[in-house]
């Protein structure tokens, strides 16, 4: 379902792509919108989670909006677009591993990822 991914990844447009002081690691992410959640980013206490380390993650079996993560107002789209689940999950694991740039975190996402991580 490439519509929907596209859909889903269209506002992930944080600064990672062009960054030149990234390495790896944790560091913080700039200000926008936490790639998961949608809370706004202040560039102070996001982080970010490097592309390969998230693919990683997603490979694991991380499902964002099982774990009540998901921003609300993407679920209640597609649901509101007869959507099933599962369906959703397909389509936001294709476009995590299509995603070639890195994720920013808010707090509330790093810790529910960090859980899982620990837990697998
Ligand atoms: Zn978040």
Known sequence: MPQLAERL????KHAAETAKDF???WAVAPAGRCDICSRDLDGKHGHRIPAAEFKRLVQQGYNPRARGRLA???VAAADGAGISADQFYQA???GAMADTTDWALCDACLKDVAAFMSAV
């Open 9 to 12: 990844f269209h506002g992930r």
């Open 23 to 25: 390495g790896a690691g």
């Open 72 to 74: 609300r107002s993407l």
């Open 92 to 94: 936001w694991r294709q």
